[in-house]
């Protein structure tokens, strides 16, 4: 599968961007689809997924009720809507996919295949 985000930018707090990630190459049909994000010096950390299979979608406690995931089937596409953004949310944003069936993972190990991450950045 290859992964291709997109929608990064500069952004002034409280702000909004969409980022998307389209994928290719293998079905998602039973899998899920996240979006990590790495600040400068910290580790990289689960923000969203949503699922291709009924499995729902799945948030990070500190971006519930300001970020949105969503999908878009005919163009295996995720997008993750981010408003109200806070100088905290300034990162690289990765997405990542699995393949396989199962529930949604928030580590690392739980995706097969990663994207090559768009940057975000939230001024104050």
């Known amino acids: 599968v290859q992964l291709q985000a997109s929608g990064g930018g500069l952004v002034q707090a409280g702000g909004s961007l969409r980022l998307s990630c389209a994928a290719s190459?293998?079905?998602?049909?039973?899998?899920?689809m996240g979006w990590f994000r790495q600040a400068p010096g910290k580790e990289r950390e689960f923000v969203a997924a949503?699922?291709?299979?009924?499995?729902?979608?799945l948030y990070a406690d500190s971006v519930k009720g300001r970020f949105t995931i969503s999908r878009d089937n005919a163009e295996n596409t995720v997008y993750l809507q981010t408003n109200s953004l806070k100088p905290e949310d300034t990162g690289v944003y990765f997405c990542?996919?699995?393949?396989?069936?199962?529930?949604?993972?928030?580590?690392?190990?739980?995706?097969?295949?990663w994207g090559q991450g768009t940057l975000v950045t939230v001024s104050s």
């Open positions: 990542a996919a699995r393949t396989g069936p199962g529930d949604i993972s928030t580590t690392m190990k739980g995706y097969d295949f």
């Open positions: 190459g293998r079905s998602l049909s039973r899998g899920y």
């Open positions: 949503i699922g291709w299979g009924g499995q729902g979608t």
